[in-house]
RNA sequence: GCCCCGGUAGCUCAGUAGGAUAGAGCAACGGUUUCCUAAACCGUAGGUCGGAGGUUCGAAUCCUCUCCGGGGUACCA
């Protein structure tokens, strides 16, 4: 529809030059009676031409050209917007395209062709996932889908450390749980991992060889494991939320192939480093920084900056047109100086697009619970898809807005799950087959014959919402918020619902039971292929 | 101190590609099942969009100041 009113006004706008002189909006009324689109032209236009904005309304539409069949009548109203009435069959059209494309209506190929790499969770394994890991995984993944669908060919890639002291503190706390399994007197310390988790793998090493490791390395055969033990952990809840990845990227591969020499000899050579007290540090003054960096300590080890530039340079060399990284808040400080580097070695840094989530607090029994995996204070994802299920997890998670902060109340969750939005998008749809299923023993098809007696009121708000899916797909795609599907399907399952309501199938005449299967049935479509970018199931049956 | 995010109905949050009378879900109250699933629908009530200025035909949305909450500000990642 929005794209028939293009049309008439880069025709329109042959006459009125002054039309290519402005950005033409086209909105969607939130009031009926104002038409299904508006456009502000006129009001926009009332400086430069000196006019009142209803003349100037008047003049733009006594030279648009349109087709009667599409477009019923346009309005002048208020200060000066004009508004746009479709003919209720031209709307009703949008049934035919569901029901020819199916499960590929909403995908378009504008970015076909193009690369993309969504590097998300990357959280070290140190210990089993969290709720807050969750909202990272979920909008990752989601994302992921989004481009795919409007064209992309993804990789999901997950960025991991496993040198490093964490690793070797997790080393070394499985060694003590084990040495604790001996019979020795330990302290533990309190600085080291405290789940039950390390228990259970030093329970490994003592149940396979006994005391034989009492002389082994934290860092050798105990942090190996551990680590194994973890990413296997990490990688079945990940996949439990239908969450896989194509690539592990481990930062150790950075300094074996030589990259983060290589990038510190690049830095060296466009004098942007420095030695400083027996550190190297970064010229971000000159790139715009507020202060200059250390990229390597005086103890020799590189800080995360350089190998996250490196990181960051080898998806550049490996072709990727757009490359998405979904970061919690605590990391916000850290990704400008990341571009601030690539940036200095002319690296195109529009091709990052760096998601910031907001933190997810968790409320139980009314009060907050603080995360740590060192002290083992936290709710698992496995956890939590226990108590709600997959479907909630990953709807819960995309819902709102990423730089909205999340409250979650573990209590209400568990008690009130039924209650949760997902299930009215479900509904509408086990409702829609439970619909198709009655009535294939009638003699009613889904047909696109007579999709002109579909002008009850219900029928023309479901049919426009239809008409919207297209475009809220392509608008949240790129500009990466999953969240507006989530309320654009909320919409369509309450125009669904409203329809279901008081538009009968059974019961009414032929032709109109089978325009209103059709509409039923390009519904179904729809839910299936926006709940399916959310990785949420559509079920027959509720 | 400085930087990022948020402050919208009792609660959780949409709306921030400037638009017409600010929305949804839950909670509260009242109604709707001889009829394709009542996990639904209809109605009532609920708001100085944190506060103060400004920009303009028009501001929840943009700018400045300010208050409150979260995160950050390392030779931690």
């Not at 899916?469 to 989530?486: G, T, W």
Request: net charge negative.
């Amino acid at each position: 529809m929005k794209n028939y009113l293009e049309k008439i006004f880069n025709e329109a706008a042959q006459r009125l030059s002054y039309l290519s002189d402005i950005k033409i909006n086209f909105d969607i009324p939130k009031i009926e009676s104002h038409g299904d689109f508006s456009c502000n032209a006129a009001m926009m236009l009332t400086k430069k031409l000196k006019k009142n904005p209803r003349q100037i309304a008047e003049e733009i539409i006594s030279n648009l050209k349109y087709d009667e069949d599409i477009i019923q009548k346009i309005e002048i109203a208020g200060p000066g917007f004009i508004n746009f009435f479709f003919t209720p069959s031209f709307i009703a059209k949008v049934i035919k395209s569901i029901l020819e494309q199916k499960e590929n209506y909403g995908r378009v190929d504008k970015y076909k062709g193009k690369k993309a790499n969504v590097e998300f969770v990357s959280a070290n394994p140190t210990g089993p996932l969290t709720v807050g890991h969750g909202r990272n995984a979920v909008i990752g993944d989601t994302v992921a889908n989004m481009l795919e669908s409007i064209g992309y060919e993804v990789d999901r890639e997950y960025y991991f450390n496993n040198a490093g002291r964490q690793m070797r503190v997790l080393g070394d706390s499985v060694k003590q749980r084990y040495l604790q399994l001996l019979g020795d007197k330990i302290d533990f310390p309190e600085d080291y991992y405290q789940g039950e988790y390390i228990k259970d793998i030093a329970k490994l090493f003592f149940d396979e060889h006994g005391d034989k490791l009492k002389e082994e390395k934290p860092e050798g055969k105990f942090k190996e494991r551990a680590e194994q033990e973890i990413f296997n952990d990490i990688k079945r809840s990940l996949k439990l939320l239908g969450i896989e990845f194509n690539t592990f990227y481990n930062e150790n591969t950075l300094f074996e192939e030589g990259k983060i020499e290589a990038l510190l000899n690049a830095f060296k050579e466009k004098n942007l480093s420095y030695e400083k007290n027996k550190a190297v540090w970064l010229k971000f003054i000159e790139l715009g920084g507020e202060q200059d960096k250390v990229i390597v300590k005086s103890t020799g080890e590189p800080t995360y900056r350089l190998p996250d530039i490196a990181y960051h340079i080898t998806k550049f060399d490996r072709g990727y047109d757009l490359m998405v990284d979904v970061f919690g808040s605590d990391h916000v400080a850290s990704y400008p100086d990341v571009l601030a580097g690539l940036k200095a070695l002319d690296y195109d840094v529009n091709k990052i697009k760096v998601i910031i989530y907001q933190f997810v607090t968790i409320l139980e029994n009314g009060e907050v619970v603080k995360m740590s995996t060192r002290k083992a204070n936290y709710v698992t994802l496995d956890e939590l898809v226990d108590e709600v299920g997959i479907d909630v997890v990953r709807y819960f998670f995309i819902m709102r807005n990423t730089s909205s902060h999340m409250n979650f109340d573990l209590t209400l969750a568990k008690k009130q799950s039924d209650e949760n939005p997902v299930f009215y998008l479900q509904y509408a749809h086990a409702r829609i087959c439970s619909i198709i299923r009655t009535v294939s023993g009638e003699n009613i098809i889904a047909s696109t014959r007579h999709l002109d007696l579909l002008v009850k009121e219900e029928e023309q708000q479901l049919l426009k919402k239809l008409n919207k899916y297209e475009e809220e797909i392509l608008y949240a795609s790129e500009n990466f918020e999953p969240h507006r599907i989530c309320s654009y399907l909320e919409e369509l399952a309450a125009a669904f619902h409203k329809f279901y309501t008081f538009c009968r199938i059974l019961g009414s005449k032929k032709k109109l039971a089978d325009a209103r299967l059709a509409l039923a049935e390009a519904t179904k479509t729809v839910l299936q292929n926006g709940l399916g970018i959310l990785g949420v199931t559509a079920p027959e049956r509720m």
